[in-house]
């Protein structure tokens, strides 16, 4: 099936696993065909963390990155995800997407999309697609710690294991900081808007829109609110979700990390919460 490229105006193939169309140069450039040199990889997920850490680590550590990863394994989001990669890339011509299918994990994947040592899969996949590679960075910020595999040990452990075995260090350049602290970053010094709003971050995406009724388009949004941009379009308004009632309970027990908890606290005074 032939039609126009998702990226140019050239005519390409439609791709059955990436489902868009792709011309042969965007295919060649995109689809990691053969193991391809490139010394620093950023793992790459559509979502706004890793696009953030993409220009913190090129502008901010003023750092090259050769290429972002985006490692297909059958995640139930995918075609989302890729539909955001592929946005971005459109929005960013001399963005390093590559995109990669790797095994398949979704056996293990729980109902809030979580799969276990998922980015211990990536990272090795990263290793596997490229040669000559130095430095894997990984997106995971403060306030996450609880999940086994975005937590400061797990990149610590996984460094120290992975720089023995193949020379390879892994970089979480955001463990320090919060969402919001990283959406006011990225506003403060005047990156682009609107790859921001082409990433995606939603459990259960509806019609291609952000759901509004889940942990991840909460995160998101308070971030968004509290740097005064707009919401995405959602399917339901998430400043009426009964969800935010945990984050209410959490913050009232003492369960947040402190700097996260008094930015979510301004966010949802403004929404008209009481704590
Ligand atoms: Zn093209
Ligand atoms: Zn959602």
């Known amino acids: ?81 890729i539909e955001a990669c592929l946005k971005v890339k459109s929005l960013k011509e001399d963005f390093p997407l590559r995109i990669r299918k790797g095994p398949d994990l979704s056996i293990s994947e729980a109902p809030d999309a979580y799969i276990p040592l998922r980015n211990l899969y990536l990272i090795c996949e990263a290793v596997t697609c490229f040669s000559g590679v130095k430095k894997i960075y990984i997106a995971c910020q403060r306030g996450e710690n609880y999940v086994s595999d975005r937590s400061l040990t797990f990149t610590e452990l996984t460094s120290v294991l992975l720089e023995k075995l193949e020379g390879v260090r892994v970089v979480n350049p955001l463990i320090y900081v919060t969402k919001i602290d990283m959406v006011e970053w990225y506003v403060e010094n005047s990156f682009p808007i609107d790859l921001l709003y082409a990433t995606v971050g939603c459990y259960n995406p509806i019609n291609g829109k952000h759901c509004g009724q889940c942990s991840a388009c909460f995160r998101r949004s308070v971030a968004f609110e509290y740097c005064g941009l707009p919401l995405d379009p959602m399917e339901h308004d998430i400043r009426k979700w009964e969800g935010i009632q945990k984050y209410i309970n959490d913050i009232r027990e003492k369960r947040m990390e402190k700097r996260r908890e008094t930015q979510t606290l301004t966010v949802l005074k403004k929404w008209g919460y009481t704590i």
């Open 1 to 81: 099936m032939l039609g126009r490229c998702r990226l140019c105006d050239n005519i390409g193939e439609y791709d059955e696993w990436l489902k868009h169309f792709l011309c042969v140069q965007h295919r060649e450039e995109l689809i990691v065909p053969e193991r391809e040199e490139a010394r620093s990889v950023l793992l790459f997920s559509g979502g706004m963390d890793s696009l953030i850490a993409y220009f913190y680590v090129t502008s901010y550590y003023e750092e090259p990155i050769d290429a972002c990863l985006f490692v297909d394994v059958g995640q139930r989001y995918r075609d989302m995800e």
